[in-house]
């Protein structure tokens, strides 16, 4: 496929899967419109084995997002926003490879650029599935800072059921790339991108408990990441963090730290 074939596939492509996806409501009419650009830019730069992990992160989040509704409803009330993912949320996990995927299309530095888009998606769907799943455990989270029992769902809250589960969604994006690699270097890229998903995903843990922009809701008596008024309708206040470091800046930063940490394990391996 020549280059300008595969850039119109891969916005078509884009398109009608940002209609279907708004349609189930799971991007919302902005939120369409981000991943008709990002997603475009991916598939039609990358081609199909970056539009294989866009897909693969995208259709798994998405359903974990959906799977347990009703239990999440009464546990993850303090997410600042829905299952309807909105502009700055596809910009926050997708930004990043649209941005590889310009990169990748000039031909020089293929490889680790590759490997980064890789680490990338596998440190947003290695966040989205802790996330998602974490949730749910039984076990109170510890804060990855300082070890201080917090309640379910707090920013930078860790549990052992979340971390397994981290490492799985980024264990299935190694997985998914492995169908794009030459068996010889298997073993390698399969640890450097679970690796680098797991970094992404403690990073984003470490930014929660730090400097993420986290309120409080005087009429709940709960921290909570809704600003400017919370769910009960109330307004809130900042207690901690840096008010412009919100959720959509920590997932941004979550998959820049696996592109990085793939670049330069891909640059240190041999
Ligand atoms: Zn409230």
Request: charged share 10%; glycine share 12%.
């Amino acid at each position: 496929m020549n280059f300008l074939t595969q850039l119109i596939v891969g916005t078509l492509l884009a398109i009608l899967i940002a209609v279907l996806a708004w349609r189930v409501g799971s991007l919302s009419g902005s939120g369409s419109w981000a991943a008709v650009i990002t997603g475009g830019l991916i598939f039609g730069l990358g081609g199909l084995p970056w539009a294989i992990l866009l897909l693969t992160f995208f259709i798994s989040s998405s359903a974990l997002s959906r799977a347990f509704k009703q239990r999440k409803v009464i546990l993850a009330e303090k997410f600042s926003k829905g299952s309807r993912r909105d502009w700055g949320q596809v910009l926050a996990n997708g930004g990043l490879g649209a941005l590889l995927a310009i990169g990748y299309s000039i031909p020089a530095h293929r490889e680790w650029l590759w490997l980064a888009f890789a680490g990338a998606m596998a440190a947003v769907n290695a966040d989205t599935w802790s996330t998602e799943l974490g949730v749910l455990s039984e076990i109170p989270p510890r804060l990855i800072t300082s070890g201080r029992k917090v309640d379910r769902g707090t920013s930078g809250g860790i549990t052992l059921a979340g971390t397994l589960a981290a490492l799985s969604g980024a264990v299935l994006i190694g997985i998914m790339a492995l169908l794009f690699t030459p068996a010889s270097g298997w073993l390698s890229n399969l640890v450097i991108i679970t690796m680098a998903g797991l970094a992404g995903s403690l990073f984003d843990s470490v930014l929660g408990a730090t400097v993420q922009a986290i309120y409080w809701c005087p009429t709940c008596n709960k921290e909570t990441e809704r600003h400017p008024t919370h769910t009960c309708g109330s307004q809130t206040n900042q207690v901690r963090g840096w008010s412009w470091f919100n959720n959509d800046v920590v997932n941004f930063a979550c998959s820049m730290m696996g592109a990085i940490v793939a670049a330069v394990m891909w640059l240190l391996l041999p």
